[in-house]
């Protein structure tokens, strides 16, 4: 992938900490945004679903969607920017080796006409924690210790690690999301329904009308008091499709204003020679991959067979089988390109460590290596693997692309693979209840930065939750964390990508870019596409 759109990796280091944050929160304000007035009502149209509206309870893109558009965090980072800048924040400042101070804005509210205090952002960090929701971000507040709030508008967080630099780019993800505490009860999630009547919102938009994974309608929210600006469309539809044909459709007949997720490639490319149509492409940090269940996969520590070398061997085989090219070749017209470690190529510190261990050593698949590693454990082949994928979550390619996945394995005479698959509301609950022994997932960065491609995954509080846990490797992410020394942070991110392909508790497969259809009409769609969380609809406009 090309470096366009990627910023290089701790890019803070390069000079103090205190003077970089004192140049990223120059010019913030503590006035309230106004209501945007100008343009139509705008209509977006997508194929992923909602899991909650509950920011614990949900870390996924269809989720995320509503979410950064409803609930405000203390950095953020704009349409088409790379770093993050105040939002709910009025500064933040390291006030010691583990810990940063923040001020929040004056006089900032919900929608409801409750004050937002730092007791709120005290309460939404302790709760994230506390409630630890296997399909929530906790796990991104890994480093957290724990948090105060001295006065109203003061926030103090203390962490775990010295001179942790990662942490105000956490501030701005899913996991930093405030919430009001009058609302949210401390200890469990709070269903949709509750959560809309009780108007919680403090983002550019809150929400009018509830038909969940139907319709979603949206007002502007005039208490927003954030950086992120005010809102230029007053209203906007959130529609929502069981079949990307009739999205496409939709589009083109003119009753859909944008798509964000999830087209096919070839939709994509047909609608982008459509002269009333624009198809806006960026350079994209999603990946590809799918995940070894350690439980319940061949010869997991939970079949009755169970074998941890020969559970070892199949994966290791499976990543020997498995040809990239093909994949992105045939299913996605190269759109997407072979993804050979967790952490995309053109983020300092990638490393393609699957492409030295396995296959032909250079990036192909090779039959004859993948038998060899089978017949030395003893494996009795072909091997029955259980492969599910989600199509309407990962888009309706998914189902071309392991649908060739199950020829590559199967065409080596090794495999045997049971393919199905299970749409995402129920898909999300049932993989983190080790019902899937090799299942499919996605992801895009919540911070630009090779460790949200390492941590997320391999940490002791993982998000995958596979039952893959390396002493070894987590020490080697602990060290990365805090490592100011770009030469040193390097050599332990690859060690780390390298022990964990070593041990194959994913495979990954691809990397892709960013696209957004709008109408000819429809403008405000940022120049620079490198974040799935980073489009959001607040600045779209139609004539």
Not at 325 to 337: C, D, E, I, T
């Amino acid at each position: 992938m090309a470096q366009h759109g990627i910023r290089p990796s701790r890019s803070l280091g390069a000079i103090s900490l205190g003077t970089a944050f004192l140049v990223i929160l120059t010019g913030c304000t503590s006035s309230k945004s106004s209501v945007g007035s100008a343009g139509s009502a705008i209509t977006v149209g997508t194929t992923d679903q909602v899991t909650s509206l509950d920011p614990a309870g949900a870390w996924d893109a269809g989720s995320g969607t509503i979410e950064s558009e409803v609930y405000a965090t203390l950095l953020s980072v704009k349409n088409g920017a790379t770093e993050v800048s105040p939002d709910l924040a009025a500064g933040i400042e390291p006030t010691g080796p583990k810990q940063y101070t923040v001020t929040l804005k004056k006089n900032l509210e919900f929608a409801n006409g409750h004050a937002l205090t730092s007791s709120d952002v005290k309460f939404s960090f302790d709760r994230t924690v506390r409630i630890a929701d296997e399909n929530g971000p906790s796990s991104l507040l890994y480093d957290l210790d724990s948090v105060a709030a001295p006065t109203p508008t003061t926030v103090v967080f203390t962490l775990k690690s010295a001179h942790d630099t990662l942490f105000p780019q956490v501030l701005s993800t899913a996991a930093g999301y405030v919430v009001d505490e009058q609302v949210f009860p401390a200890d469990k999630i709070l269903d949709d329904r509750s959560i809309v009547a009780a108007k919680p919102w403090n983002g550019p938009y809150g929400v009018r009308s509830y038909d969940k994974n139907s319709l979603v309608s949206f007002t502007a929210n005039s208490a927003y008091g954030g950086g992120l600006g005010a809102a230029r469309t007053k209203n906007v539809q959130l529609k929502y499709y069981t079949d990307a044909s009739n999205l496409k459709l939709d589009v083109q007949q003119g009753t859909v204003d944008a798509v964000y997720r999830t087209l096919t490639t070839a939709d994509l490319d047909d609608l982008s020679r459509k002269k009333d149509v624009k198809v806006h492409t960026g350079s994209g940090n999603g990946i590809r991959y799918f995940v070894f269940d350690f439980k319940t996969q061949p010869y997991g520590t939970g079949t009755e067979n169970a074998d941890k070398a020969k559970a070892l061997a199949v994966r290791r085989a499976v990543a020997d089988s498995v040809d990239r090219a093909q994949l992105a070749r045939q299913v996605y017209k190269n759109s997407y390109q072979p993804l050979y470690s967790s952490v995309p190529d053109g983020l300092t510190g990638a490393t393609d460590s699957f492409k030295s261990l396995y296959g032909d050593k250079k990036g192909g698949p090779d039959k004859a290596a993948a038998a060899a590693r089978l017949e030395a454990a003893k494996v009795t082949t072909p091997v029955k693997l259980d492969l599910q994928y989600n199509g309407d979550h990962y888009g309706s390619s998914s189902a071309d692309e392991y649908a060739l996945l199950k020829t590559q394995l199967e065409a080596t005479g090794l495999f045997k693979v049971n393919l199905q698959s299970t749409e995402w509301t129920q898909y999300g609950k049932d993989r983190v209840k080790h019902l899937y022994p090799l299942y499919q997932l996605g992801w895009y960065a919540d911070y630009l930065d090779a460790d949200n491609y390492l941590s997320p995954f391999y940490s002791a509080n993982s998000w995958v939750a596979n039952g893959y846990s390396d002493p070894a490797v987590r020490a080697l992410i602990k060290k990365e964390e805090t490592e100011t020394d770009p030469a040193r942070r390097a050599g332990l991110l690859k060690e780390a990508q390298d022990k964990a392909a070593a041990a194959v508790p994913l495979l990954p497969l691809l990397q892709g870019s960013t696209a957004i259809v709008t109408r000819e009409d429809v403008g405000g769609v940022p120049a620079e596409l490198s974040s799935a969380y980073q489009f959001r609809w607040a600045g779209l406009t139609k004539k």
